[in-house]
Structures are given as structure tokens and as C-alpha cells.
């Protein structure tokens, strides 16, 4: 004979309340996408005691040559390059942003595959290979 149980009845709610709630909070827990404004303001912090007015002695290309480089460019030194250590901790919608904000378009990271960013960059002459901020130390 078939008996009720009574768990049965009082779980089944429950567990369809659950499952609906479950994704939704996944989707408020993504970071919203950083702005070109975030990308300022992260640069101010980051990168402008060296690149807003390099000195004699100091290797660090200016502002206005890193914004001469492409968004992937910016990306890719910042995360994998010599700069990783100035960009240490932050999300990559942040450091897209800094590249937003020095270039004035955001990467595309499908066409941004370089195997070595510092080794590209060597080699064009653009970027310089060695951290130059002050206190960092050299990547290698």
C-alpha cells in the first residue's frame, strides 16, 4: 500500500525555489564591465607616477606612446608582460579598461595571442622589456 510522506510534499517547494534562485545569483554576482572612466582612474593609481611625466633616467615610454600602441598591445604587457606586477590583482575587464582608456578602443582578446609580449615588444622597439616603475622589479 502506498503511504504520504509528509517530507515529500514540503520539500518539493522548497527545492523548485532553489533551483530557481540558484542562477540568478550567479548572475548578480558577475563584476559589472569596467569603463573607460574605471580605466583613468586605475591608471592614476597604477601607472602615472611613471608614464605621465618620465625623467631622464627612468625607461618608462611616455603616456602618449602607449596610447600609439593597439588595445591587445596594452592587454597583453599589462597581464603577461613586464607591467603584470604593476597590474597584479586586477580583473581583466580592469586592465581592458586602462587599454580603453589609453587608446581609446578595448582589446579583443581573440586577436590578442602573442606568446611572449615581451619579446614582441622587444622587438619592436615599443615597449620597454623591463620593469622601470619605481620599487618594481625587473620580470624575467
Known amino acids: 500500500m502506498f503511504t504520504r510522506n509528509p517530507w515529500l510534499h514540503r520539500g518539493l517547494p ?5 533551483a530557481l534562485a540558484v542562477p540568478a545569483m550567479g548572475r ?13 582612474r586605475l591608471y592614476q593609481q ?7 611625466a ?14 600609439t600602441r593597439t588595445p ?15 597590474a597584479a590583482g586586477l580583473r581583466d575587464a580592469e586592465v581592458d579598461s586602462i587599454a580603453l582608456y589609453l587608446t581609446g578602443s578595448a582589446p579583443t582578446h581573440a586577436a590578442s ?3 611572449d609580449p615581451d619579446e614582441a615588444a622587444a622587438s619592436s622597439g615599443s615597449f620597454i622589456a623591463e620593469a622601470a616603475c619605481v620599487g618594481a622589479e625587473p620580470v624575467r
Open 72 to 86: 591587445g598591445q596594452v592587454f597583453d604587457i599589462l597581464t603577461h608582460g613586464a607591467m603584470a606586477p604593476m
Open 54 to 67: 618620465p625623467n631622464g633616467s627612468s625607461r618608462a615610454p611616455a603616456k602618449a606612446a602607449l596610447a
Open 14 to 18: 522548497l527545492a523548485a525555489a532553489l
Open 113 to 115: 595571442a602573442m606568446k
Open 28 to 40: 548578480a554576482a558577475e563584476p559589472a564591465p569596467a569603463s573607460g572612466a574605471d580605466g583613468g
Open 46 to 52: 597604477r601607472c602615472a607616477s611613471c608614464h605621465d
